[in-house]
């Protein structure tokens, strides 16, 4: 609903819209469909997605981590790309441990993500 909302807005270019777990409560079709969404509306503003869905994380130009580092609790962010990017979609997608059949459906993601950029440039 958001990301529709938001899309319909006539907001000009260069406007930076901040999505928080827009895909709560969703999954499978639904979270695809709201990562193509998002991407569509990555085109034309800066989108900044949370999300714990790898189908929607897939979507994004940029992936980045939030992880909790040492002791003490604090957290740092770190981008993912290429194999690492594989292996947190793995991760997403598996929950405890990555499996070669999750790294397999990470890479489909990846790459039906990438293909459908590509056919809707």
């Given at each position: 609903?958001?990301?529709?909302?938001?899309?319909?807005?006539?907001?000009?270019?260069?406007?930076?819209?901040?999505?928080?777990?827009?895909?709560?409560g969703?999954?499978?079709?639904?979270?695809?469909?709201?990562?193509?969404?998002?991407?569509?509306?990555?085109?034309?503003?800066?989108?900044?997605?949370?999300?714990?869905?790898?189908?929607?994380?897939?979507?994004a130009?940029?992936?980045?981590?939030?992880?909790?580092?040492?002791?003490?609790?604090?957290?740092?962010?770190?981008?993912?790309?290429?194999?690492?990017?594989v292996?947190?979609?793995?991760?997403?997608?598996?929950?405890?441990?990555?499996?070669?059949?999750?790294?397999?459906?990470?890479?489909?993601?990846?790459?039906?993500?990438?293909?459908?950029?590509?056919?809707?440039?």
């Amino acid at each position: 609903m958001e990301v529709v909302l938001a899309a319909s807005s006539g907001r000009s270019a260069g406007t930076t819209m901040v999505f928080d777990e827009v895909d709560a409560g969703v999954g499978g079709r639904a979270a695809v469909q709201i990562g193509r969404r998002l991407a569509r509306l990555a085109r034309s503003h800066q989108v900044i997605v949370v999300t714990h869905l790898p189908q929607v994380a897939a979507y994004a130009d940029v992936h980045l981590v939030v992880d909790t580092i040492g002791r003490d609790g604090a957290s740092g962010v770190r981008r993912v790309d290429g194999e690492d990017r594989v292996a947190e979609l793995a991760r997403m997608l598996a929950g405890l441990g990555e499996s070669d059949s999750a790294r397999a459906h990470a890479r489909e993601l990846l790459e039906a993500a990438r293909a459908e950029r590509i056919a809707t440039a």
